[in-house]
């Protein structure tokens, strides 16, 4: 029986995707406990493999919303791992009466078991009544699972991380409660487009290119150029605008416990972009071939100053603006934190834990005539290799939720551009002590010597500056008090802890504050990230202080009080 619907299969992959015809389907009631049929999905790299699957229950069948076919799998492709994330969505055909092979559903969840072997499928009738484009963005219905059911689900994955900056990730991930499957692999480029037949590996994708991130499975059925995955939500929200991609299975990793935070999955890297996932609904996520969704490129560019090394990486992030973000989560946090420390690690090829440097980010949008940028400086002398990521990770986690979080209104972007320059040691120093030079006259700038010593080498310099007195000052005896800026805090990018900062929610999502009213509030905003990193100096309170000097290549940290004659 395998060897007729194998080829029907390999038939169906030969053949243009849009061309695949619609395989027949069989009602739930007609699949008959105790049938032998056969299962298909991917379990190494793309070549869709069968395995046994033996009828063993039909459960509530008199609702088609919660109805599932109890069943057992056996075969080389599934002996020695069982079921587990991944192989959602794989479909099963059995042989009716007629000696024609049909699709009854799709694998959908597990039940505990261990070793992985007994699961539930999703009827193929409730996968196909998921409408391929929902009619609004309003989230899907939620259905109750069997008791003692779990979906198989497959948590995100990132690929194309370094191995120990991917094993940090998907730790701090975890204790977030948000699991991510952290792969150093990229699979995008590496192979031929692959035909999204049933059985096929296959991707929801937030970004495509060099991060990419997206959800694993198989695809349950196509009719020419529709397709239904999974056998079940992936996040239940209705409309939806993501990449729909094939898959790469790099293995099944083998967990037969099949507990929740410990089961057997399949290790996979999304792909080839082929179209767009439209639909997120309880039975089945849903898509198109051919057009792609709406995105804008995240350039990440990094800049090693001290040998002239570069290394930059684009991705493109798929754009639900105009579907109402219908997660509430956008994924451009995660793809921009994690692409600038993937960028600064990989340029430096090893970093001492005492660095300096810039960053800017600049942000493109629709409503927006001219791009908003800002620029940052930072010093950080850290008691760890490349402490200086961490100090970014906050900065960029800071413009990324920003942009997400206009609420009067949809800011469509249309490109972010992240540039970091960084260097090996501190330049910094601490005021040790200042004097003023010359005369000091109400709207004239006097001069004023700073003595300085300078982080860790110890080394003692001066530096004249030049200040301003305001007309506002009265003649006589003043106070000027001059404030440095402190050093920036580090962190270690290949610390679980450190990286959590990327998985917490926005401090202001929960409260009364409804944010900027406007566009133009949101640029505003946006451009108050620039951070004072000069020397403030003040003649009367401490709110009246304003930047007197700045050194772009050196950070001055401390203060001092000095008594200044003030002449007419």
């Given at each position: ?22 395989p ?98 999703r ?9 391929v ?25 990132i ?8 094993t ?12 991510i ?60 605008s ?18 929740s ?11 080839n ?16 071939l ?40 956008p ?22 834990a ?52 206009f ?8 490109s ?50 030049r ?17 440095g ?20 929610d ?27 990193d000069g ?14 000097y ?19």
């Open positions: 029986m395998r060897r007729p619907l194998v080829a029907a299969v390999l038939a169906a992959l030969i053949a243009p995707a849009s061309a695949v015809a619609a027949p389907i069989m009602a739930l009631k007609d699949v008959t406990p105790g049938a032998l049929c056969t299962g298909l999905t991917v379990v190494q790299g793309t070549t869709i493999t069968s395995f046994n699957v033996r009828i063993l229950d039909v459960m509530d069948a008199q609702s088609l919303d919660a109805a599932r076919i109890l069943v057992r799998v056996s075969g080389p492709a599934v002996d020695d791992t069982g079921i587990g994330p991944g192989f959602s969505g794989s479909p099963i055909y059995c042989t009716g009466g007629d000696g024609v092979s049909r699709n009854i559903g799709a694998i959908s969840e597990s039940i505990g078991e261990y070793g992985g072997k007994t699961v539930l499928a009827p193929i009738e409730a996968i196909l009544a998921s409408p484009v929902p009619p609004s963005s309003l989230p899907t219905a939620a259905h109750e699972l069997p008791i003692g059911a779990r979906s198989l689900a497959t948590p995100l994955t690929a194309g991380l370094r191995p120990a900056f991917a940090a990730l998907s730790r701090a991930a975890a204790k977030a409660g948000r699991p499957i952290a792969s150093v692999a990229n699979a995008r480029g590496t192979f031929p487009k692959q035909p999204l037949v049933p059985g096929a590996a296959v991707a929801v994708g937030e970004t495509s290119g060099a991060i990419a991130i997206g959800a694993a499975g198989t695809v349950a059925y196509a009719d020419g150029g529709n397709v239904w995955l999974f056998g079940h939500e992936l996040d239940g929200a209705g409309r939806r993501l990449f729909l991609q094939d898959a790469f299975v790099h293995t099944v990793v083998n967990q037969p416990l099949n507990l935070d410990v089961s057997t999955y399949k290790l996979a890297s999304p792909g972009d082929e179209g767009t996932v439209t639909g997120d609904g309880d039975a089945a996520v849903t898509g198109q051919g057009a792609l969704p709406a995105g804008f490129p995240l350039r990440v560019a990094a800049r090693d100053l001290d040998t002239g090394r570069t290394r930059g990486l684009v991705t493109q992030i798929a754009d639900e603006a105009d579907v109402g973000e219908p997660t509430g989560i994924i451009l946090d995660l793809a921009a934190s994690t692409s600038v420390v993937q960028a600064v690690l990989s340029v430096l090829s090893g970093g001492p005492r660095q300096s440097g810039d960053m800017c980010i600049a942000v493109r949008a629709r409503e927006l005539t001219d791009k908003m940028r800002v620029c940052n400086t930072y010093t950080v002398d850290g008691d760890v290799p490349n402490a200086f990521t961490g100090a970014l990770i906050a900065d960029v986690g800071e413009a990324t939720r920003l942009l997400s979080t609420r009067f209104g949809v800011l469509h972007l249309t972010v551009e992240i540039s970091v320059r960084v260097r090996r040691g501190v330049r910094q120093a601490f005021i040790t002590g200042a004097s003023v030079r010359g005369k000091a006259r109400r709207g004239k700038r006097m001069t004023v010597r700073l003595r300085l010593r300078h982080l860790r080498t110890g080394r003692r310099t001066t530096r004249d500056i200040i301003r007195v305001p007309r506002s000052v009265r003649a006589g005896r003043r106070t000027l008090r001059l404030f800026a402190p050093g920036d805090v580090g962190a270690d990018p290949l610390d679980d802890s450190s990286l959590s900062i990327i998985f917490e926005d401090p202001g999502a929960d409260t009364d504050d409804p944010g900027p009213d406007s566009v133009e509030g949101i640029r505003d905003a946006f451009l108050a990230l620039r951070r004072q020397l403030a100096g003040t003649f009367g309170s401490l709110s009246a202080a304003r930047q007197v700045r050194d772009p290549a050196l950070r001055i940290t401390g203060g001092a009080r000095l008594r200044v004659s003030i002449r007419r």
